[in-house]
């Protein structure tokens, strides 16, 4: 969700959403080969439009970044487009922007992806251009300089200078988790970014960035025998190179309700935010879970909607949902949250929206939900999921996420029947297991009086 | 009357190589290969008709992707509320899906959600424009509730009370957002008392709005005359009209007159510095604008091209200059607002506080490089292709399509003009950008907002010797 330049931001807090239902049998195709160097390849063909989108994602995102180094994923990400040693900064958006196209790249918590998206006929100079930076990048100092000054300025705009500062996407893991991987300021410490050298960034790349290390999706008006061919030629001589083995993430388990309020000089409305650890990424409850967070967050319909806002009246927005804001239900391979993020009027105090909230979540557990509410979620999440499989850069995003985190790109495929055959049964006892107070940490986050021009601890720790 | 055109979006690859470089640009790298051959985007194939009542049906059956996107425009939107209601347009979005003649507001939202969709109600200057995305299995039930809103909204007492409540919190909220703040500032520098100068509520209008005038409002803006139905999607276009006309053929004309064209404004906004004091800021928030054309005028395929080598795309002079050599801003920009009238042409960025004068010199050096001196070819180039490719790979989206067109309709344009646009970008020459940057981008024709710390602001904007006070 932090993405080398502004775009979908909105878009995520809006919900992305993910999941769906088998009824209506619109699969995307979908091919993969492996290269000799690890580099996997997938290509779904679609030629209702001369474009195409592709998506390179690597297993690397901010959950493995060293202690020390809080943000240097990201920061990473931004190092990427600097240049290398024989296309130097600036080549990169000269040439994918003068072929008509665009591009972008993003860091999440298991994987940092970069796409473009252009007119098919700049096929050959993109894959030419990313198989470039998978060689070697320009790594002059001042090139990470420039890049760290713009991502402190990111972090302004969207952390320090923001009512809220995303508390409850850096904020809420942090006091959720108890180990680092899990639970540190993804976006960084101004200390951490101020230390990071030219020698991390190498020794980054080094590491992680490795044709082993990724798979890149190719949609769009292309065939698989001409792109398999393609990136056979442009890809195919980079070496692989060995990756540092994934850690353990594993948390120690939680065992009471985590509480505590947060100052906020800037914003002028307070808000709660609510998060519930997750059943392990690669089990049936998982998915269950990705049913829940839609059922409890998706839109006027949904159960928190409709309780908080419109029954009780104890509540001005309600968003949410698992990986909220990091993308759809099924994009981390790690310790993550169902969240809630309420925001509520400034004349009610916390418990009065938290007796509603467990009210709504208490009847979940104990009734489970009405089978017309079940479906109604289910149709939502296939109209959704099929609109995020819409246009080509959407779509290569989607199945490289699946092939890298699951193996397989025809997951995107299978999650609309996974979903549909999740039951009122295994919804209630969901609810009955993970939405406990003991599985659960709150952060209100109220509004303070102006700080009187005080150091609100940019140079700090979060 | 029914009339199809097909028009065709030329990709203006004018050279099949990237290598058109002046001696201004870099070479570039050796092996670099060139590209491909040009296929012709195909704009999306529109059919055009109006029902017995004036209803515009601008439809787009496209097979594949199994849903259909639904637009529903009507002329009168913020410009057009009452002078002592500004924003009322806000509430009237708020609350029209709370209730209609036979459905609750729960009973909208969860048919709605059974069919795949949400509904999205905006109120924009000139127009309100109601959007829901349904499965193509439920397209039937999804306009049937579409239908059932613009006609028989009713605006229930309590409904309409907890939506002002939720208002007022909401525009408390929206109060903390410096975007916020920056965008409402430079509207009111820009169009000052005329309608233009409104885009959001006031506590003022949120607490003097009855359900009643809501109802009053809603019956003057939403008539069939009046509005347009866009449809995109996987859909049977003779089964789409005969929906269409038995869902919204017999929804009548009223005989009152409807909401007036707006005036165009006369103004000149003033070349000074309006400042939002934020208490707390870590960022000045810089907002420029000025007047700009409007979209059928003949300069506004230039001026497109001059705002996107200007700071319209990642390549942009802007970006190159405060981003990727300044480091001052994350996500600078500039972009071009047309409304019926006249147009806008804003500067956007972000900045931390010790650099809100030197942000402000570099956008001034960039305007007024653009006002006095010619781009290159290879820049000309790079923006014609960014604009002309980028708007075919938008219009794969439905919602795209159908939002588009839409907009289009409330402008006062034919559909053709999804082709047209870059036909016309294609055409554009230096010396058109020229005289557009000349006309629109001088440095001392742009008002100043700024949104921060005052003290911040007044100290950094010192050296300008421009008058600085608070925004309206």
């Not at chain 1, 467990?358 to 289910?378: H, K, T, V």
């Not at chain 2, 500004?86 to 979005?93: D, R, S």
């Not at chain 2, 960014?386 to 989206?397: E, H, M, R, S, T």
């Amino acid at each position: 969700m932090m993405f080398r330049r502004l775009t979908a931001l909105l878009a995520c807090l809006l919900g992305i959403v993910g999941a769906a239902f088998g009824a209506g049998d619109w699969r995307v195709p979908a091919l993969t080969k492996k290269l000799s160097n690890g580099l996997v390849v997938v290509v779904s063909a679609d030629h209702s439009a001369p474009t195409f989108g592709l998506c390179i994602s690597y297993r690397i995102g901010f959950r493995l970044e060293p202690e020390g180094r809080t943000g240097f994923a990201h920061l990473f990400e931004h190092m990427m487009f600097e240049g290398t040693p024989v296309a130097p900064k600036g080549t990169f958006d000269r040439v994918i922007e003068g072929g008509g196209g665009s591009n972008n790249a993003d860091t999440r918590y298991d994987f940092t992806e970069y796409v473009d998206s252009a007119p098919v006929s700049a096929l050959d100079p993109v894959l030419w251009l990313e198989a470039d930076r998978l060689r070697t990048l320009d790594f002059a100092p001042e090139h990470l300089d420039n890049q760290r000054k713009v991502v402190e300025e990111e972090v302004r705009v969207n952390v320090l200078n923001a009512p809220y500062g995303l508390f409850y996407a850096i904020d809420l893991p942090g006091k959720a988790f108890d180990r680092f991987p899990n639970a540190h300021n993804f976006y960084g410490d101004f200390r951490d970014l101020d230390a990071a050298k030219i020698q991390d960034v190498e020794a980054f790349f080094k590491h992680y960035y490795a044709p082993n290390n990724a798979v890149m999706a190719i949609a769009g008006d292309v065939t698989p025998a001409e792109v398999f061919a393609k990136v056979e030629k442009y890809f195919g001589a980079i070496a692989p190179r060995q990756v540092p083995p994934k850690p353990d993430l594993t948390e120690p388990p939680q065992t009471a309700e985590r509480r505590s309020t947060e100052q906020d000089t800037l914003a002028r409305v307070p808000a709660l935010a609510i998060g519930y650890r997750m059943p392990p990424r690669h089990s049936q409850e998982a998915v269950v879970g990705a049913l829940v967070g839609e059922l409890l967050h998706n839109g006027d319909a949904s159960l928190l909607y409709q309780a908080l806002v419109k029954e009780k009246k104890v509540a001005l927005e309600v968003n949410g949902g698992v990986n909220f804001v990091f993308g759809n239900p099924f994009e981390y391979d790690g310790p993550t949250l169902l969240t809630s993020f309420i925001i509520y009027p400034p004349n009610l105090k916390a418990d009065d929206v938290l007796t509603a909230y467990d009210a709504a979540l208490n009847g979940l557990a104990a009734q489970g939900p009405s089978p017309a509410a079940l479906a109604r979620i289910s149709a939502k999440m296939q109209s959704d999921w099929y609109s995020n499989m819409e246009v080509p850069i959407d779509r290569a995003s989607l199945l490289s996420h699946a092939t890298l985190l699951d193996g397989t790109p025809e997951r995107v495929n299978e999650i609309p029947n996974e979903l549909a055959r999740v039951t009122a049964q295994e919804v209630q006892a969901f609810a009955a297991r993970y939405l406990v107070k003991t599985n659960r940490t709150i952060i209100n986050r109220v509004p303070a009086p102006p700080s009187g021009g005080k150091d609100r601890g940019e140079k700090g720790a979060r | 009357m029914t009339r199809r055109f097909m028009a065709i979006l030329f990709l203006l690859f004018l050279a099949v190589s990237p290598a058109v470089g002046t001696e201004k640009e870099t070479p570039l790298p050796k092996g670099l290969p060139p590209y491909g051959e040009l296929k012709p985007f195909p704009a999306p194939q529109t059919t055009s008709q109006k029902l017995a009542n004036g209803l515009t049906l601008w439809l787009v059956p496209r097979r594949g992707f199994p849903k259909v996107s639904y637009a529903l425009a009507v002329r009168g939107g913020l410009a057009a509320d009452p002078q002592d209601r500004p924003g009322l347009a806000e509430l009237l979005t708020a609350t029209i899906n709370q209730g209609t003649a036979t459905r609750t507001a729960r009973q909208i939202a969860e048919e709605l959600q059974a069919a795949g969709g949400d509904l999205s109600a905006n109120a924009g200057i000139e127009s309100i424009v109601i959007t829901t995305s349904v499965l193509a299995s439920n397209a039937e039930t999804g306009l049937a509730v579409l239908a059932d809103i613009v006609r028989n909204a009713t605006f229930p007492d309590d409904e309409v009370d907890l939506a002002k409540i939720n208002a007022a919190d909401h525009l408390q909220e929206q109060e903390s957002d410096p975007s916020f703040l920056a965008e409402r500032a430079l509207a009111r520098v820009l169009f000052a008392q005329h309608p233009y100068g409104v885009t959001s509520l006031t506590q003022d209008a949120i607490a003097k709005t009855t359900a009643q005038e809501l109802r009053r409002e809603y019956a003057r803006r939403f008539r069939p005359d009046q509005a347009i139905l866009v449809v995109v999607g996987d859909f049977d276009a003779m089964k789409m009209v005969a929906s269409a006309e038995s869902l919204l053929g017999n929804w009548a004309v009223p005989s009152t007159p409807p909401v007036p064209a707006v005036e165009k404004p006369s103004l000149v906004p003033p070349h000074a510095v309006f400042f939002v004091d934020r208490p707390d800021s870590v960022q000045t928030t810089i907002a420029l604008g000025s007047l700009g054309p409007t979209e059928g005028s003949a300069d506004y395929a230039a001026t497109q091209v001059a705002n996107t080598l200007f700071g319209g795309m990642f390549g942009s002079r802007l970006t190159l200059n405060i981003r990727e050599d300044k480091g001052y801003t994350y996500s600078p920009g500039s972009f071009l607002t047309p409304r019926r009238t006249v147009g806008s042409f804003q500067i956007w960025a972000a900045v931390r506080n010790e650099v809100t004068g030197a942000t402000i010199n570099e956008i001034a050096y960039e305007l007024n490089r653009m006002a006095t001196t010619s781009p290159s070819e290879e820049e000309l180039l790079h923006a014609q292709r960014y604009l002309v490719g980028n708007q075919a790979i938008d219009l794969q989206a439905q919602d795209s399509v159908g939002r588009s067109l839409a907009r289009l309709w409330v402008l006062g344009l034919p559909p053709e003009e999804l082709g047209r646009e870059s036909e016309r970008i294609g055409k554009v020459t230096i010396r058109d950008v020229d005289k557009a940057a000349a006309q629109y981008f001088p440095a001392a024709r742009q008002a100043i907002v700024a949104v921060g710390v005052e003290k911040v602001i007044r100290d950094q904007l010192a050296p300008f010797q421009l008058e600085v006070r608070a925004a309206p």
